[in-house]
Nanobody, 125 residues
Framework: QVQLVESGGGLVQAGASLRLSCAASGRTLSTYAVAWFRQAPGKEREFVSAISWSGGRTYYEDSVKVRFTISRDNAKNTVYLLMNSLKPEDTAVYYC??????????????????WGQGTQVTVSS
């Protein structure tokens, strides 16, 4: 079992930056793909970004592609999501999720088996 804990959310103004962290315990994340999803009030959960087990491939939803950067530090068992130029429409609960796979492709549509509890990101205009 992998336990995931997100942190780094908060209330910021439009244009600001935040870095979310997803820390894992229970198992090493080094053989897991990890993704970030978000869910805004009244909306379905949506894919934001994903990173392969090696860090060699990353995926982004189109609206965040030039603003967000996903990265991982397997030595720290942590995945990060750096969010720049935040917009009010980025307001949501952000969840990290993991699945054990050595695949480098298809991570944006993959089923993820382990989920964190989420961290709130609120961007004011």
């Amino acid at each position: 079992q992998v336990q995931l804990v997100e942190s780094g959310g908060g209330l910021v103004q439009a244009g600001a930056s935040l870095r979310l962290s997803c820390a894992a315990s229970g198992r090493t994340l080094s053989t897991y793909a990890v993704a970030w999803f978000r869910q805004a009030p009244g909306k379905e959960r949506e894919f934001v970004s994903a990173i392969s087990w090696s860090g060699g491939r990353t995926y982004y939803e189109d609206s965040v592609k030039v603003r967000f950067t996903i990265s991982r530090d397997n030595a720290k068992n942590t995945v990060y999501l750096l969010m720049n130029s935040l917009k009010p429409e980025d307001t949501a609960v952000y969840y990290c999720a993991a699945t054990r796979t050595l695949l480098e492709y298809g991570l944006e549509t993959m089923r993820y088996d382990y989920w964190g509890q989420g961290t709130q990101v609120t961007v004011s205009s």
